[in-house]
């Protein structure tokens, strides 16, 4: 069935080093991507996203990159700070689908070390 | 502020006992999605309502419904609840269909505890 997974539960970095977070997505055929931030006792919040037709995206200290190929998708957080610490899901929907929803993985824990 | 609201934040009831927790979606927005999320779990869909009418179901129980009523505010009822029902429950709003209008605003969450 489709999935969306993320290749570490957990990662930790030195502040001011950066981040890289991996996502593996199991439908070829989504058509976009989305990254989510979650800090504790609070609601997913958007990060940023990409079209499938893309394979590269820049943001605000952050970057999303899209392998197609193999199915990869990854965020990097630039010059990581301590406000970075949450949890990053991935999502992708596939508008073709009678459905079109998100389909989240199950997230990452960031933990960035002063 | 994602300018979706829910309430209650907390909400403490036995077994057996049925809730409803409250969602307002960002002003202009046409798409409501109820999502739960238990202890360690990421977010599992429950349900999607577009402009008054049921879009999309996802894993949702038997036991809970939802409906999003004419000003777009939207009710997820949870029945019969048992232990494994205690969780967060996330609303989202889009504005709707397509591409970037799919981009989800989450609520700060509902915590669910079920004793």
């Known amino acids: 069935g489709e999935s969306v997974g993320l290749h570490l539960p957990t990662l930790s970095v030195q502040e001011g080093d950066n981040s890289i977070i991996n996502c593996a997505y199991s439908n070829s055929a989504s058509d976009y991507f989305i990254w989510y931030k979650q800090e504790s006792g609070k609601g997913p919040q958007f990060i940023i996203d990409i079209r499938s037709n893309m394979d590269k995206r820049q943001g605000q200290r952050v970057t999303v990159l899209l392998n197609k190929t193999v199915k990869h998708l990854s965020l990097q957080i630039a010059a990581t700070q301590p406000g970075d610490s949450a949890v990053y899901f991935c999502?992708?929907?596939?508008?073709?689908?009678?459905?079109?929803?998100?389909?989240f993985g199950k997230g990452t824990k960031l933990s960035v070390k002063p | 502020d994602s300018g979706v609201t829910q309430t209650p934040k907390h909400l403490i009831t036995a077994t057996g006992q049925r809730v409803t927790l409250r969602c307002s979606p960002r002003?202009?927005?046409?798409?409501v999605y109820w999502y739960q999320q238990s202890l360690d779990q990421g977010l599992q869909f429950l349900i999607q309502?577009?402009?008054?009418?049921?879009?999309a179901k996802g894993n949702i129980l038997e036991r809970f419904s939802a409906q999003q009523f004419p000003d777009l505010h939207s009710e997820l009822n949870l029945s019969s609840l048992e232990l494994g029902d205690s969780a967060l429950y996330f609303c989202?709003?889009?504005?709707?269909?397509?591409?970037?209008?799919?981009?989800?605003?989450f609520g700060a969450g509902t915590r669910l505890s079920v004793l």
């Open positions: 002003s202009g927005d046409l798409s």
């Open positions: 989202a709003s889009s504005l709707g269909q397509g591409m970037a209008k799919n981009i989800q605003y």
């Open positions: 999502a992708d929907i596939f508008l073709g689908g009678s459905q079109g929803n998100l389909i």
């Open positions: 309502y577009y402009n008054g009418e049921e879009r």
